[in-house]
């Protein structure tokens, strides 16, 4: 047997002595976090639903400020500086018709805020209509008609969240948890085949801004408001109706307290090139006519659309940003044999 004892000091050996093992170093305890605080008072917890408990301050959310920009389409959205969260929403996509020519879609949806969960309503109706029309557009669906079926069934989807509820189809119409049901409005464009098709329900706007800034713009839709209705009975002027507080109340809706559900759409064939600005109301209130609108677009909006959304998103939050603003830009060029009136 060998001994492993080691020599005594002074005495010489061969054998070298072995060292003891390396202690380890005892682990240390997990330090615990405290919980991120309020971004405006910076002591209070902040609650499941992204309020501080302290001050109430909203926090800032993945949707207060979104972006996104495709070959033909580019779209901004963005909470504004009154609204403690954003409930508007949009969808763009570069799709492709059953021919495989190109197709592009911009789609934006307003939440009702008077209702309940306006901002999920917003981003079913977006999302739905999105997928639907680009699918319909794929299978060979003229994109008027497939613009008419995303809205109904977008409609479908934000009546839906009611369902979770239970305050689903068959239910008491009068009910005050079916008159408070999440709602949103939508429009969405469609440029395809040298035409541009629009849809939309509520108060959300499409204009077109032409690149020859002297050829005349136009809004391409009609509100579905209290003061459109005005003025459409001939029983105010457009000034008139605007100026009562009225105005705009909406009369028109996606959600499942929207009575009868009838699209409006409507087909265009431009005979020059330009922009398609689709928004909410929270731009338009700042650019109402068409007019306005052209003056905030930028000139080189066909060219980098994605600037163009953000210069308007920055003229409605240098306006005074009262609401959720949303935006998208999609270009048109005219095909070479040009367009006719459609």
């Given at each position: 047997?060998?001994?492993?004892?080691?020599?005594?000091?002074?005495?010489?050996?061969?054998?070298?002595?072995?060292?003891?093992?390396?202690?380890?170093?005892?682990?240390?305890?997990?330090?615990?976090?405290?919980?991120?605080?309020?971004?405006?008072?910076?002591?209070?917890?902040?609650?499941?639903?992204?309020?501080?408990?302290?001050?109430?301050?909203?926090?800032?959310r993945?949707?207060?400020?979104?972006?996104?920009?495709?070959?033909?389409?580019?779209?901004?959205?963005?909470?504004?500086?009154?609204?403690?969260?954003?409930?508007?929403?949009?969808?763009?996509?570069?799709?492709?018709?059953?021919?495989?020519?190109?197709?592009?879609?911009?789609?934006?949806?307003?939440?009702?805020?008077?209702?309940?969960?306006?901002?999920?309503a917003?981003?079913?109706?977006?999302?739905?209509?999105?997928?639907?029309?680009?699918?319909?557009?794929?299978?060979?669906?003229?994109?008027?008609q497939?613009?008419?079926?995303?809205?109904?069934?977008?409609?479908?989807?934000?009546?839906?969240?009611?369902?979770?509820?239970?305050?689903?189809p068959?239910?008491?119409?009068?009910?005050?948890?079916?008159?408070?049901?999440?709602?949103?409005?939508?429009?969405?464009?469609?440029?395809?085949?040298?035409?541009?098709?629009?849809?939309?329900?509520?108060?959300?706007?499409?204009?077109?801004?032409?690149?020859?800034?002297?050829?005349?713009?136009?809004?391409?839709?009609?509100?579905?408001?209290?003061?459109?209705?005005?003025?459409?009975?001939?029983?105010m002027?457009?000034?008139?109706?605007?100026?009562?507080?009225?105005?705009?109340a909406?009369?028109?809706?996606?959600?499942?307290?929207?009575?009868?559900?009838?699209?409006?759409?409507?087909?265009?064939?431009?005979?020059?090139?330009?922009?398609?600005?689709?928004?909410?109301?929270?731009?338009?209130?700042?650019?109402?006519?068409?007019?306005?609108?052209a003056?905030?677009?930028?000139?080189?909006?066909?060219?980098?659309?994605?600037?163009?959304?953000?210069?308007?998103?920055?003229?409605?939050?240098?306006?005074?940003?009262?609401?959720?603003?949303?935006?998208?830009?999609?270009?048109?060029?005219?095909?070479?044999?040009?367009?006719?009136?459609?």
């Amino acid at each position: 047997m060998v001994s492993r004892t080691p020599p005594a000091k002074g005495t010489s050996s061969s054998q070298r002595p072995i060292p003891a093992p390396p202690r380890r170093p005892r682990p240390t305890p997990p330090t615990r976090r405290p919980a991120p605080g309020c971004v405006a008072c910076g002591a209070g917890r902040v609650d499941r639903d992204g309020y501080c408990e302290h001050c109430g301050h909203a926090q800032p959310r993945p949707r207060d400020h979104l972006e996104q920009e495709l070959g033909g389409v580019a779209a901004v959205t963005d909470r504004g500086l009154r609204h403690h969260r954003n409930e508007d929403a949009f969808a763009v996509t570069a799709a492709a018709l059953a021919d495989g020519s190109p197709a592009v879609v911009a789609v934006v949806c307003d939440g009702v805020s008077s209702a309940a969960r306006p901002d999920e309503a917003s981003a079913a109706a977006s999302d739905t209509a999105n997928a639907c029309l680009t699918r319909a557009l794929a299978d060979g669906t003229p994109p008027r008609q497939a613009l008419h079926d995303a809205i109904l069934a977008a409609g479908d989807a934000v009546t839906a969240l009611a369902a979770r509820d239970g305050d689903g189809p068959g239910h008491d119409p009068e009910s005050p948890r079916h008159r408070n049901a999440p709602a949103c409005t939508l429009v969405a464009a469609v440029a395809a085949g040298g035409r541009l098709a629009v849809g939309w329900v509520g108060d959300s706007r499409a204009y077109w801004v032409p690149d020859d800034r002297t050829a005349a713009p136009s809004r391409l839709t009609e509100d579905d408001s209290w003061a459109a209705q005005m003025v459409a009975a001939g029983l105010m002027t457009e000034a008139q109706a605007y100026a009562d507080e009225r105005a705009h109340a909406i009369t028109g809706w996606l959600g499942a307290d929207a009575y009868e559900l009838e699209p409006h759409t409507a087909v265009f064939a431009p005979d020059r090139p330009g922009v398609v600005v689709v928004c909410t109301d929270g731009l338009w209130n700042y650019a109402e006519s068409a007019g306005d609108m052209a003056r905030a677009v930028p000139a080189d909006a066909a060219l980098r659309p994605l600037h163009a959304a953000r210069v308007l998103v920055g003229h409605a939050l240098d306006g005074g940003g009262h609401d959720n603003v949303t935006v998208a830009v999609l270009p048109f060029a005219v095909p070479p044999q040009g367009a006719g009136a459609a």
